[in-house]
């Protein structure tokens, strides 16, 4: 315990608590949903995050934004444990994911991702792909897992591609049905990683109409996104990112209409 208060001995007492404290029944009206404490992330002698932190409650709609190579994409990853840390916590229901014995599968199944470029297996129908998870690692019965994907495929607007491939589909329909896999786990949080910036733009508009149903409904999401209009119309918090660490952060009025960081000035001004 002493290293680990060195290490977070700047943090608040309220993060001193949610990192030290043992596991202990979450309260989604007060705590945070996932929390991440003074991270760090680098690639040899690299270093993307230089001591991030963020909280996101229940039914947060955070979108990160920023320019190429400020940490966003990494975030995510670490978040979703798809990269390791070197230093700093993630905490996800006020228990860390990072450190000790973690179940990899649940924390996946439990914090659902879409990539950018969609990653669908190619050899499987629709149905199929959407399926995989529930069958597998929830061991849903298949009756019930196509009956499932028949349900998220009328959501996400395709439900008569069940039985197309892949290769049939245009970029917007690959990326609906990669929301509805990532749906098919019933998560708890949502994370996308730029979902919109390998689509032609007239396939833009279907993606994001999804994303804004899944907000309507209250889905906690963390969101990587060059879409200032769609930032602008559904977060909750706007977070700006550069050189790895986060530079400013509110709500979309207080971001876009009275930007305080130079950086920020100065990214809005270009894409804006």
Not at 121 to 147: C, S
Not at 233 to 260: R, W
């Amino acid at each position: 315990m002493a290293a680990h208060t060195m290490q977070i001995s700047r943090f608040t007492k309220k993060q001193l608590a949610l990192y030290g404290a043992p596991p202990r029944t979450f309260n989604p009206n007060t705590d945070p949903l996932i929390t991440v404490l003074d991270l760090h992330k680098r690639f040899k002698n690299l270093e993307v995050l230089k001591g991030v932190e963020l909280y996101v409650k229940k039914g947060d709609v955070v979108v990160l934004i920023g320019p190429s190579g400020s940490g966003k994409s990494t975030l995510l990853r670490c978040i979703n444990r798809l990269e390791t840390i070197q230093g700093g916590d993630v905490l996800f229901e006020g228990n860390s994911i990072t450190r000790g014995p973690v179940d990899l599968n649940g924390i996946r199944q439990r914090i659902g991702m879409v990539f950018q470029h969609f990653n669908l297996f190619p050899h499987l129908t629709v149905q199929e792909n959407i399926t995989l998870g529930p069958r597998y690692l929830r061991k849903m019965p298949t009756d019930e897992a196509n009956a499932l994907a028949e349900r998220l495929l009328t959501r996400v607007g395709l439900a008569d591609k069940k039985d197309a491939y892949p290769s049939q589909l245009s970029g917007g329909q690959k990326q609906r049905i990669a929301i509805a896999r990532a749906l098919a786990m019933e998560p708890d949080v949502m994370l996308f990683d730029e979902p919109t910036s390998a689509l032609d733009p007239e396939m833009v508009g279907e993606v994001l109409e999804v994303m804004k149903d899944l907000a309507r409904d209250g889905m906690t999401m963390i969101i990587v996104t060059h879409e200032m209009g769609f930032a602008r119309e559904v977060a909750s918090k706007v977070v700006f990112m550069a050189d790895g660490i986060i530079q400013e952060s509110g709500t979309p009025e207080k971001l876009f209409t009275h930007p305080k960081n130079e950086r920020l000035i100065s990214f809005l001004g270009k894409i804006l």
